[in-house]
C-alpha cells in the first residue's frame, strides 16, 4: 500500500473492480468456498469478499475421490443455492471438467447457465491452453478468474496433487501461464501450490489479482475450503490453518440429541403445542 493512501471503505456489495481496487491499495483479498446458502450465509455475513462456488463439492459434499465427476448441472444448483444466501460477497462459480475445454463456444454455453443460476464470474483452470475461452467470455459479458499451478482437474495428468513450479522451467511454465490469462482478461489469477517465491514473483509482476491457495503470505488474497478452515474433517492439507472445531461441535450435538431422545428427556411439553 502506498504510504499515505487511505484503505478505500468496504463496499456494500463486492464486485468485480473492487478486485483491482483491492490490488491497488494493497488490501488482502479473501475467498471461502460454499456449495448451498446455509453455510454462504454464514461466512457472507462474515464479510469474506469473494464466494467460490467450487467444483470441490464434488469431494466435500458428494464423497468422490476427486472433482472429476462434478457436472455443469451440480454446479448450476449450488451457484442458486449460494445465490439466495449472499447479499454481499462476490460470487464465483467453478467451470466443471469437460464443460470448457474443447474451445470458446463450449466455455461460453457453459459459463452462461452459471452466470444466469446467480454467479458474478466463472472459475476455469488452465493458463496458455485456455487463453482463448477467457478472451471469449470476457468480451461476452462474463468475469472470469483464471486457475493456475496445481489444477485438480488435470491430477492424472500432473500425478496428483503436486507443488508446480519447482525448477527454473517449470517457474517460467507457470509464470507465461500467468501473464496469459492476465492478458486474455482475467480479473484475478488463483496460485494453487506454488513456491511462495514463484507466488511473490507472479504477484509482483501482474496487474490483476493473485489468490493463494498454498501459496505463501505475499499473494494478494487467499483462498481456503470452508470445511478445511472451519475443522470440519479429521483431515487438512498442510497448508490450511484451522480457524474453527465445528466437526466436532456438530458430532457432540448429534450425539447430545440421540441421548436425549433414547432418554426421553426430549421432546419436554415445553417443545410440544
Known sequence: MTEGTPTPPRPRRFRIAHLAEAKHHGEP????TAYDSMVASIIDRAGVDMILVGDSIGTTVFGDSNTLGVELADMVRATKSVANGTQ?????????????????????????????AGAN??????????????????????????????????????????VQGRGDDAAD???????AVQEAGAAAVVLEMVPADLASRITSILE??????????????????????????????????????????????STDYVAAVKSRSFPTREHSF
Open 29 to 32: 483479498l479473501t475467498m471461502l
Open 88 to 116: 454481499r460477497a462476490l460470487i464465483v462459480s467453478d467451470l466443471p471438467f469437460a464443460t470448457y475445454e474443447t474451445g470458446p463456444a463450449q466455455a461460453f454455453e457453459s459459463a452462461s447457465q452459471l452466470i444466469k
Open 121 to 162: 464470474a466463472v472459475k476455469l483452470e488452465g493458463g496458455v491452453r485456455v487463453a482463448e475461452q477467457i478472451r471469449t467470455l470476457v468480451s461476452n459479458g462474463i468475469p472470469v478468474i483464471a486457475h493456475i499451478g496445481f489444477t485438480p482437474q488435470s491430477e492424472n495428468t500432473l500425478s496428483g496433487p503436486r
Open 173 to 179: 511454465r507457470v509464470v507465461e501461464d500467468a501473464v
Open 208 to 253: 490483476i489479482p493473485t489468490i493463494g491457495i498454498g501459496a505463501g503470505p505475499e499473494t494478494d488474497g487467499q483462498v481456503l475450503v470452508w470445511s478445511d478452515m472451519a475443522g470440519m474433517t479429521d483431515w487438512q492439507p498442510s497448508f490450511v490453518q484451522v480457524f474453527g472445531q465445528v466437526g466436532e461441535a456438530l458430532s457432540k450435538a
